[in-house]
């Protein structure tokens, strides 16, 4: 199985700043990697996919890049409405896999 | 709208039984490949089967298989998990979730539905 290391588990930062999450595959994955959303009591949101595709509907302060074994995602400009967990997903082989989350907060 | 709405969730006992399911609407359901995908207490996301839009293809984590078993009804916009031998480390919000293809299990998941507990204690 390919293992999913993402990193920090959490994160605070103040509104307006730039924050970047990493997420390493065990081994190379191309760039079959997404990014998701979680928000409690909502359905978990696709906001990229293909390691750097937003998705329609994403607002550009949202992207990601990486291929191989590396990836980052980064929000340029943090607004309330971020306020969420964070997961990567690698789907270039079964089982899917996630990494374990990055709790996003306001300072 | 695209819409999936998980049910059947609730307490059950160690060694019972369960099923869920998922009602899509808002898309041409049989034309995508349909995931279970379960989130455990204070932990991350953990896949748990996937079925192709034909039920020919379909795959399971190794924590489930041979105990949990997927299925799809196209006529009536449904997927299902089967869940038996439930274990205490089952307890668990189940999410359903589409895929942007037909066949291809090995995807992301674009659309989620807002899930359904499952917990399971004595």
């Known amino acids: 199985d390919i293992q999913m290391t993402q990193s920090p588990s959490s994160l605070s930062a103040s509104v307006g700043d730039r924050v970047t999450i990493t997420c390493q595959a065990s081994q190379d994955i191309n760039k079959y990697l997404s990014w998701y959303q979680g928000k409690p009591g909502r359905a978990p949101k696709l906001l990229i996919h293909d390691a750097s595709t937003l998705e329609t509907g994403v607002p550009g302060r949202f992207s990601g890049r990486g291929s191989g074994t590396d990836f980052t995602f980064t929000i340029s400009g943090l607004q309330p409405e971020d306020i969420a967990t964070y997961y990567c997903q690698q789907y270039d082989s079964l089982p899917l896999t996630f990494g374990g989350g990055t709790k996003v907060e306001i300072k | 709208e695209v819409q999936l709405v998980e049910s059947g969730g609730g307490l059950v006992q160690p060694g019972r039984s369960l099923r869920l399911s998922c009602a899509a609407s808002g898309f041409t359901f049989d034309d995508y490949a349909m995931h279970w995908v379960r989130q455990i207490p204070g932990k991350g996301l953990e896949w748990v089967s996937g079925i192709s839009w034909n039920s020919v293809s379909i795959a399971y984590g190794d924590s489930v298989k041979g105990r949990f078993t997927i299925s799809r009804d196209n006529t009536k916009k449904y997927l299902y998990l089967q869940m038996n031998s439930l274990r205490p480390e089952d307890t668990a919000l189940y999410f359903c979730?589409?895929?942007?293809?037909?066949?291809?299990?090995?995807?992301?998941?674009?659309?989620w539905g807002r899930g359904t507990t499952v917990t399971v204690s004595s």
């Open positions: 979730a589409k895929s942007p293809g037909e066949v291809r299990l090995y995807h992301y998941m674009d659309v």
